[in-house]
């Protein structure tokens, strides 16, 4: 299961798609073709990756008429050469918790969507890295994604609001952890990193003495690269291979694997 990562953080706008996105490309460069789930309504990372999906092609298609996921994923590029897969999102998923939130066994639909996946593409064979892009709500998406990856990887913005967030968070992962019956394996990583400015600096050191080895010694710098490339529909290896995003997120996934949170 430490080959699955959930990106998860209930505040929008901390870098959710942007690490999705990349750490997957950053697998792709390795050589792995990783797997790339987008529950999020608003599809930005599907937006980035593939022409619009219809609904009924999308991963709404999975809760609302059982389509399998295998159906669904399609061929995406990934790092330049590399290539991944993408299950798109869609705008409908909106309606996941109120159409199926009290269904029975609904906070599993993922995990067995995702345990079916791997059976019809690869059986036998050691399954491809699986990375899910989450919406900044706690509803039965995002439980689902937490039951399916056993594994949470949140990022952080390196703002003024960082340190509340991050407090907000970790009852959020709590309230998980109570439905889930165990503790949620989760690291943090600082986005958006600003080392010009003292504040970075200070907000870095108030998340580590929260959270101490849960928080990766790599932070992920605020760069044009990093924010320009999802315009042009790459990630940022793709976009400047040797930019300063793309060793950012390169060195965040050798820590990963050196620290045993994932492995591929
Ligand atoms: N390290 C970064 N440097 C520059 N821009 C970034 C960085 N990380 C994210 N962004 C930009 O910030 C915005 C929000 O990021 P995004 O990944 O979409 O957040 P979320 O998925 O959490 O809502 C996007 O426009 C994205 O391109
Ligand atoms: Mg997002």
């Known amino acids: 299961m430490k080959s699955r990562l959930t990106v998860f953080n209930q505040k929008g706008g901390v870098g959710k798609t942007t690490t999705a996105l990349n750490l997957g490309a ?133 703002d003024h609001l960082a340190v509340r967030g991050a407090v907000q968070l970790q009852n959020s992962l709590k309230a998980l952890e109570h439905v889930l019956k165990r503790r949620v394996e989760r690291r943090y990583v600082l986005t958006r990193f600003d080392g010009r400015r003292r504040m970075s600096h200070e907000i870095a050191e108030q998340l580590s003495a929260a959270f101490g080895e849960e928080l990766c010694a790599t932070r992920i710098a605020e760069t044009v690269a990093l924010a320009e490339s999802p315009a042009h529909g790459r990630d940022v290896y793709a976009h400047a291979s040797g930019s300063r995003g793309a060793q950012d997120y390169t060195a965040l996934l050798e820590e990963l694997l050196a620290c045993g949170f994932l492995e591929v």
Not at 59 to 85: C, I, K, P, Q, W
């Open 26 to 158: 950053a697998l792709a460069a390795r050589g792995l073709s990783p797997l790339l789930i987008d529950l999020d309504p608003q599809a930005h990372l599907s937006a980035i990756l593939a022409p619009a999906a219809d609904s009924n092609d999308s991963l709404f298609a999975f809760y609302n008429t059982g389509r399998r996921l295998d159906e669904l994923a399609r061929a995406v590029s990934l790092a330049g050469a590399g290539r991944g897969m993408l299950v798109p999102g869609h705008p409908e998923l909106i309606k996941v918790d109120a159409l199926f939130g009290k269904g029975p066994n609904i906070l599993n639909r993922l995990r067995e969507g995702v345990e079916a996946y791997f059976l019809h593409t690869a059986p036998g064979a050691q399954a491809a890295p699986l990375i899910v892009d989450c919406s900044p709500m706690l509803g039965v998406l995002s439980l689902n994604s937490v039951f399916a990856t056993e594994r949470v990887l949140v990022p952080i913005s390196t």
